[in-house]
Each structure stands twice: as C-alpha cells, then as structure tokens.
C-alpha cells in the first residue's frame, strides 16, 4: 500500500525517502528515487559514476534538499526542515566520511576526531578520551598529538572515520570511503566501520563501486542514471520500442540452405 503524502514511514525504517527527485544544472541527478533502510542495515549504493550515488546520499543526509520527494529519519520529516535543522541533525545523530579526509590542519589529530563533540559542546576532556578510544581502535592512538600533515593519506582516512564514529550516531554515510586506500588499509577501514556499525546498531549507507566494499552489505541499491538501475533498464528497453521482424532471406541465403540440406 502507498503511504499518503507526508505520512510517516514505517517504525522500523531508521531512513525512509519516497519519489526523490533533484537536478544539476538541468541535468538530472536523481529521478524519482524510492528506498527504505532499517536500524542497523548497512545499505551499499553500487553503479557507475554519474548514477546518482553521491546525490542520494547528500539528499538522505539533509545535505541536499530534494526537488521534489520526501525524506524521513525516524518518522522525522528532513526535507521540511530549515538549514539550521538540517545542520543540527547532521552535527549530532549523522557521521560522514568521504572519499577525502578534510582534516583540519591546524588541529591535532585527536582534535580532528573529536570535532563533533567540541561542536555539540562537550567537555574538552570527555571528548578527548572519545576521540583517543576510537583512534586506538584504528590502530592510530601514536599519532593523537600530532598534525594530520605528520599521517600519510590512508592513516589520515582512518581519523576522518574516529570522526565519523566518535558520537556513536545514528547514522553513517559513507561516499566511496575506501576509493583513495590500497586493498590492505581498505579492509582495515571496512572492518571497522561494519564492525563499529553491528556492535552499536549503527545503520550505514555506503555509496560505493568498489565490489569488495559493495559485498560487505546487507543490501544492494544499483542506481544508473539517478534512477533505480532495474527501472532504468526498462524505461531503456520501452524507449526502444519492441524489436523488428527477422531480415528478410536473399535468395542467396535460401540456396546455401538448400545445399547445407
């Protein structure tokens, strides 16, 4: 049954969107996009790049205000809240982690990760012991004192996901994350953060091309060109129209049948 507009979602659907629309510049970037994921569920958004991976993702994180669409965190309506909603909720119950660290340079590298914390005003020394819990846990507790410009690129992406998961949030999204590392340090990062998401029901959703990453989910999401891939297809398949007749046999063609007869 479809829910009426503005209803909310079912309970047990952590994020729920339904018909997202957005463009860029004219070009579309995601086009009538439906998807529900559960507490917990860890989501992998799969295709090729321009399919609409990163739109989503920003559109469910309240980065973007959808075009037209809704979008729910528990039974939450995201896109009629205002800018200063929107940021509040990412700040404390979202955890992002790009493709890109962005650290701070003139902060140390606990500093870094504790970010979310100092910004939703907890104690200097509370967020501190936080942010060092979950360096030492990425095998990265040495560099705690030091500046992200001391930590090579794939030490400097496990502090950007301290950072993503320091406030335990609800939610992590995460946009081709393992993209920049080599497979060894992919696994490392990718563990932890399944791992981290099980053990605290943290509910994730990846956008991803990568298959070892896209494997490592519950689910699947296959988008291509901003729309769900199997719609994408048929929409392909009817704009084709049905196929023609066989061609028309030469005359030269039925006397080699003849002949093979």
Same mark, same amino acid.
Not at 29 to 56: D, H
């Given at each position: 049954? @479809?829910?009426?507009?503005?209803?909310?979602?079912?309970?047990?659907?952590?994020?729920?969107?339904?018909?997202?629309?957005?463009?860029? /510049?004219?070009?579309?970037?995601?086009?009538?996009?439906?998807?529900?994921?559960?507490?917990?569920?860890?989501? %992998?958004?799969?295709?090729?790049?321009?399919?609409?991976?990163?739109?989503?993702?920003?559109?469910?994180?309240?980065?973007?205000?959808?075009?037209?669409?809704?979008?729910?965190?528990?039974?939450?309506?995201?896109?009629?809240?205002?800018?200063? %909603?929107?940021?509040?909720?990412?700040?404390?119950?979202?955890?992002?982690?790009?493709?890109?660290?962005?650290?701070?340079?003139?902060?140390? @590298?606990?500093?870094?990760?504790?970010?979310?914390?100092?910004?939703?005003?907890? /104690?200097?020394?509370?967020?501190?012991?936080?942010?060092?819990?979950?360096?030492?846990?990425?095998?990265?507790?040495?560099?705690?004192?030091?500046?992200?410009?001391?930590?090579?690129?794939?030490?400097?992406?496990?502090?950007?996901?301290?950072?993503?998961?320091?406030?335990?949030?609800?939610?992590?999204?995460?946009?081709?994350?393992?993209?920049?590392?080599?497979?060894?340090?992919?696994?490392?990062?990718?563990?932890?953060?399944?791992?981290?998401?099980?053990?605290?029901?943290?509910?994730?959703?990846?956008?991803?091309?990568?298959?070892?990453?896209?494997?490592?989910?519950?689910?699947?999401?296959?988008?291509?060109?901003?729309?769900?891939? %199997?719609?994408?297809?048929?929409?392909?398949?009817?704009?084709?129209?049905?196929?023609?007749?066989?061609?028309?046999?030469?005359?030269?063609?039925?006397?080699?049948? /003849?002949?093979?007869?």
């Amino acid at each position: 049954m @479809v829910a009426p507009p503005d209803s909310a979602p079912p309970d047990n659907d952590v994020l729920w969107a339904r018909s997202l629309h957005y463009s860029h /510049s004219s070009s579309p970037g995601l086009v009538g996009v439906s998807v529900a994921v559960r507490q917990g569920e860890i989501l %992998a958004l799969t295709g090729p790049r321009g399919s609409g991976k990163t739109t989503l993702l920003r559109c469910l994180s309240g980065q973007l205000r959808p075009e037209q669409g809704e979008v729910w965190f528990n039974s939450v309506p995201v896109h009629t809240m205002g800018v200063l %909603a929107r940021e509040r909720l990412r700040r404390e119950r979202f955890g992002w982690i790009g493709p890109e660290p962005q650290l701070l340079p003139e902060l140390k @590298v606990w500093e870094n990760a504790a970010l979310p914390l100092l910004l939703a005003g907890a /104690s200097y020394r509370g967020a501190r012991h936080a942010a060092c819990e979950w360096l030492d846990r990425l095998d990265i507790g040495a560099f705690a004192r030091k500046r992200p410009g001391a930590l090579n690129r794939a030490e400097c992406q496990r502090v950007a996901l301290a950072r993503a998961l320091v406030n335990e949030p609800a939610v992590i999204f995460g946009d081709e994350p393992t993209a920049p590392l080599h497979r060894a340090e992919r696994a490392l990062l990718l563990r932890t953060l399944t791992t981290a998401a099980r053990s605290h029901g943290i509910t994730v959703v990846l956008a991803t091309h990568d298959e070892e990453t896209a494997a490592a989910a519950d689910r699947r999401l296959a988008l291509l060109d901003g729309r769900p891939a %199997a719609t994408a297809t048929a929409t392909a398949a009817a704009a084709a129209g049905p196929p023609g007749p066989p061609p028309a046999e030469t005359a030269e063609g039925q006397a080699a049948c /003849s002949l093979s007869a």
